[in-house]
C-alpha cells in the first residue's frame, strides 16, 4: 500500500470537493460527475442526516449526485437544499420525467457551541458547490471549520481544535480516498501516541479516566471515501462500514452516545477490486484523515490547535 502524498478525495477521480465558510461554520461538498453508487454506514447514536434511507442497497436509486457534509448541526441539513437548487441549474440530477432531481445525501456535526448558534444556510451549500475543484485545502475549512475533539469535560473545558483532513492510499491500480470531518468527542490518538484531545495545561488527561461519562451531545465525526473501483451499492455499504475501522483506530472512545458518526462511500471509476481490498484501504484512508484533520488544525480563540501546545508539538 502507498499512501499519496498530500493525498486528498479527488485522487479516486470522477468527483470535485468544494468548501464554503461563514459564522464560524461551513459546508463541504462532494459533487459526483462520474459513477456515484453510494453507500452509508451511520454508527455513532446521536447522528443529524439526509437522504441516508435511499442508499440502502434494497433502495431504488442506484447512484448519488452529491455528498454534503455540514456544521450547525440539524439546521445545517438546509445546506443541501442549496446543493441541489445549483446542481439543478447545472442539468444534474436524477431524471424523473417531470424534471431532474439532484440525490444529495448529507450529514451534520454539532458545531453551535463555537459558533454561537450560527447555521449553514442554503446559500452557503451553492456556494460550496459553486467552488468545487480538485480541492486540497484541509483543517479549518468547510465542514471543519467549527470542528473540536476531546469534550469530556464538557464544550468549553480542555478541549482542542478539531478540523477537516484528507488522504488517499494506493495499491496496484486501487485508489481509497477521504475527507473526514473530526469534530469526536473522544482523543485522537496515532497508533499508541496520543496527539490531540482533552488536556490541562500541563499535558493531556488520562483517556480511561473518563471513557465511561457523557459530554453532551456536542460532537460527531462524518466523512466520505471514495475509490475508482466500480462498487455495487451493497459493496460501497461495506466500504462504509470498513471506514469506521479508521476511525476507532485514531479516535477514542468512538461511536458514543454523545456522536453521530457517520461514514459515507462513493465509487467513481470502473476498476475491477475485491471488495475486501477496497475495505482494507478505506480503513486506512480514514485513519490518515483523521490525523491529518487535527494537525491541520488552526485554533480559535480559547481553543487550542496542536501547533499552540508544546505536549501536544511533541506528538507531530
Do not use: W
Request: glycine share 16%; with cysteine; proline share 4%.
Amino acid at each position: 500500500m502507498e499512501i499519496l502524498e498530500n493525498g486528498a478525495l479527488t485522487d479516486a477521480g470522477g468527483l470535485r470537493l468544494g468548501h464554503a465558510s461563514e459564522g464560524g461554520t461551513g459546508v463541504t461538498v462532494a459533487v459526483i460527475d462520474t459513477g456515484g453508487t453510494a453507500g452509508v454506514d451511520v454508527r455513532g447514536s446521536a447522528p443529524g442526516t439526509r437522504e441516508t434511507d435511499l442508499l440502502d442497497p434494497t433502495a431504488a436509486v442506484q447512484q448519488v449526485t452529491a455528498i454534503v457534509l455540514t456544521g450547525g448541526s440539524a439546521f445545517g441539513l438546509a445546506a443541501a437544499d442549496g446543493v441541489m437548487a445549483e446542481l439543478e441549474s447545472a442539468g444534474r440530477g436524477l431524471d424523473t420525467g417531470f424534471g431532474l432531481v439532484p440525490i444529495v445525501p448529507a450529514a451534520v456535526i454539532f458545531d453551535l457551541p463555537v459558533t454561537g448558534g450560527a447555521r449553514p444556510s442554503p446559500d452557503l451549500g451553492r456556494r460550496a458547490v459553486q467552488s468545487a475543484a480538485d480541492d486540497r485545502s484541509r483543517g479549518n475549512v468547510g465542514a471543519g471549520t467549527g470542528a473540536t475533539i476531546g469534550k469530556h469535560l464538557g464544550p468549553t473545558g480542555g478541549v482542542m481544535k478539531g478540523g477537516l483532513g484528507q488522504a488517499a492510499v494506493r495499491s496496484g491500480t486501487i485508489v481509497v480516498s477521504a475527507a473526514v470531518v473530526v469534530n469526536a468527542l473522544g482523543d485522537i490518538y496515532d497508533g499508541a501516541e496520543k496527539i490531540a484531545g482533552t488536556h490541562s495545561e500541563s499535558g493531556f488527561l488520562p483517556t480511561e479516566m473518563y471513557a465511561g461519562t457523557s459530554g453532551g451531545l456536542t460532537n460527531t465525526t462524518i466523512g466520505i471515501v471514495a475509490t475508482n473501483a466500480a462498487l455495487t451499492k451493497p459493496q460501497a455499504t461495506k466500504v462504509a462500514s470498513s471506514a469506521h475501522d479508521g476511525l476507532a483506530r485514531s479516535i477514542r472512545p468512538v461511536h458514543t452516545m454523545d456522536d453521530g458518526d457517520t461514514i459515507f462511500a462513493v465509487s467513481t471509476g470502473t476498476v475491477q477490486a475485491h471488495t475486501n481490498a477496497v475495505c482494507f484501504l478505506a480503513a486506512e484512508a480514514a485513519r490518515l484523515a483523521v490525523l491529518d484533520g487535527v494537525r491541520s488544525a488552526t485554533s480559535l480563540p480559547g481553543i487550542p490547535a496542536i501547533a499552540d501546545l508544546p505536549f501536544a508539538q511533541r506528538s507531530r
